[in-house]
């Protein structure tokens, strides 16, 4: 059994202290990785997400350098510089997309009034050029979603189904928020679905697109473009032409179940006078 002498036990602490400097060392190195590949998950996110981000120096058309100039006079105290958003005043656009600020400038819910639960629908501030440069320059700042071009209602004569898939297509997908005669409805907190009357099919094809407010975003995967248009085309060739789909009356347009109520209720009450009647003639 080896004695511990005071030669080992200075042996000792000396290799210790030699030590110490190492374990540092190691501790310092795997911070240094550890940072190293945080930068690097950075770089490749910022790489493959630019459409996150406006572009500084991008090179606008004519139309958008028409559209920065509105956007700085009206959007820019909500929407900050360069559509980046500010704070509890407006989100960012980036991404918004040409569609977006056409249904919401075209139908004046932008620019807002006044912060509330739901944008209201008032006389646009912009004329049609105006707004198509605006929309413009927010496609070009961030991209996002666009309208397609050409016609957005069906010709009839060359599909003569697409009234009936349209309908189809509505009452199953439209109805629940905005009733079956496209007359609206009051939604939670305040809000509600807008009537369809007014709409035009620019507006209704952007807000299927976009999902603007309440509204849930009918993407190409939800709704193919084609049956987009063939809902455009009943609404505008069935409800807003007033040929109700519940029958020959009005009724707030909420279609079948109201008119059969009414009826009812007007039938039942003539049934009751017209027996009151003749058992008092007997």
């Not at 090179?59 to 006079?73: F, H, M, N, R, V």
């Not at 939800?222 to 409800?239: H, N, V």
Request: aromatic share 6%; charged share 20%.
């Amino acid at each position: 059994m080896t004695s511990d002498t005071p030669a080992r036990r200075r042996a000792r602490v000396f290799s210790r202290r030699r030590g110490a400097p190492s374990r540092a060392r190691r501790r310092l190195g795997a911070a240094v990785r550890m940072l190293a590949a945080l930068a690097l998950a950075g770089g490749v996110y910022t790489a493959f997400t630019p459409g996150a981000f406006a572009e500084d120096n991008v090179q606008l058309s004519a139309a958008a350098q028409e559209g920065k100039a509105i956007y700085d006079t009206s959007c820019i105290s909500c929407h900050g510089r360069d559509g980046q958003g500010v704070t509890e005043r407006g989100p960012s656009l980036i991404g918004a997309g040409s569609a977006s600020v056409e249904f919401q400038v075209s139908t004046g819910r932008m620019p807002m009034a006044r912060q509330e639960a739901q944008a209201e629908q008032k006389p646009p501030q912009f004329n049609e050029t105006q707004t198509e440069q605006l929309a413009q320059y927010i496609q070009e700042l961030g991209g996002g979603a666009e309208l397609p071009d050409g016609p957005l209602v069906e010709d009839l004569k060359t599909n003569p189904d697409a009234l009936a898939r349209g309908g189809e297509l509505f009452r199953v997908n439209c109805t629940s928020c905005h009733g079956f005669g496209g007359g609206g409805g009051a939604l939670s907190s305040g809000k509600f679905a807008p009537s369809l009357s007014a709409s035009t099919p620019e507006q209704l094809y952007a807000a299927m697109l976009t999902g603007p407010q309440n509204m849930p975003v009918f993407g190409d995967n939800q709704l193919t473009p084609e049956q987009k248009k063939q809902i455009i085309t009943y609404i505008t060739l069935q409800l807003q032409d007033d040929r109700d789909p519940g029958g020959l009356f009005n009724l707030g347009r909420y279609g079948p179940s109201t008119e059969g109520v009414a009826i009812f209720l007007v039938g039942i009450t003539l049934l009751v006078f017209t027996s009151l009647w003749i058992a008092g003639k007997s």
